[in-house]
T-cell receptor, first 118, second 115 residues
Framework: DTAVSQTPKYLVTQMGNDKSIKCEQN?????MYWYKQDSKKFLKIMFS???????INETVPNRFSPKSPDKAHLNLHINSLELGDSAVYFC?????????????????FGPGTRLTVL | GESVGLHLPTLSVQEGDNSIINCAYS??????FIWYKQESGKGPQFIID???NMDKRQGQRVTVLLNKTVKHLSLQIAATQPGDSAVYFC?????WGTGANNLFFGTGTRLTVIP
């Protein structure tokens, strides 16, 4: 009955590889997000996505791409991994504020995926 | 115990005491604020939120105060317990990109409760 889930929890890989992190939410939310948390615990938004639009933080390299097969999933693909990509990646979801009966704006986070690039 | 979230990232309090975690936000146009708690190895967990048309909101053992004049937010935890030990983040909602509203997080404050 986990609300927002991510797989894998840990991911260790070599530089230059391509990897994906999966995210699923069962809250019926229509907006999903990816965040990156660095070693100093700073949380930075990478993407915001709903079925209407993808908003990309301009500081995110184009090696990162979110892909949403359906409303409940937003996967993160990373190409040509670099050492600096090592971090914890969090998926989150929320209901668009136009969903009046559901708490709006609040984002619910997954447990995180710790990515280590060697 | 009291801390300034952005300049003193750690706070230690005795079990049973009240804790105050402070946060300075950046955008005077922000209209929604949230406090999250992040325990070790877990994702941020919603604690309490407040909209800009309010200056105080209370939950169970937690109170959030908002001072828009000085762009300051605080989280007060009553009778702090060992289970409250975590990193606490404030976040503000800012219009971003094509108008989508997203959360921007502060630096975080690590709260340690001493038994």
């Amino acid at each position: 009955d986990t609300a927002v889930s991510q797989t894998p929890k840990y991911l260790v890989t070599q530089m230059g590889n391509d990897k994906s992190i999966k995210c699923e939410q069962n809250l019926g939310h229509d907006t999903m997000y990816w965040y990156k948390q660095d070693s100093k615990k700073f949380l930075k938004i990478m993407f915001s996505y709903n079925n209407k639009e993808l908003i990309i933080n301009e500081t995110v390299p184009n090696r990162f791409s979110p892909k949403s097969p359906d409303k409940a999933h937003l996967n993160l693909h990373i190409n040509s991994l670099e050492l600096g990509d090592s971090a914890v990646y969090f998926c989150a979801s929320s209901q668009d504020r136009r969903g009046q009966r559901i708490r709006t704006d609040t984002q619910y986070f997954g447990p995180g995926t710790r990515l280590t690039v060697l | 115990g009291e801390s300034v979230g952005l300049h003193l990232p750690t706070l230690s309090v005795q079990e049973g005491d009240n804790s105050i975690i402070n946060c300075a936000y950046s955008n005077s146009a922000s209209d929604y604020f949230i406090w999250y708690k992040q325990e070790s190895g877990k994702g941020p967990q919603f604690i309490i939120d407040i909209r800009s048309n309010m200056d105080k909101r209370q939950g169970q053992r937690v109170t959030v105060l908002l001072n828009k004049t000085v762009k300051h937010l605080s989280l007060q935890i009553a009778a702090t317990q060992p289970g409250d030990s975590a990193v606490y983040f404030c976040a503000e909602k800012i219009a971003w990109g094509t108008g989508a509203n997203n959360l921007f997080f502060g630096t975080g404050t690590r709260l340690t409760v001493i038994p």
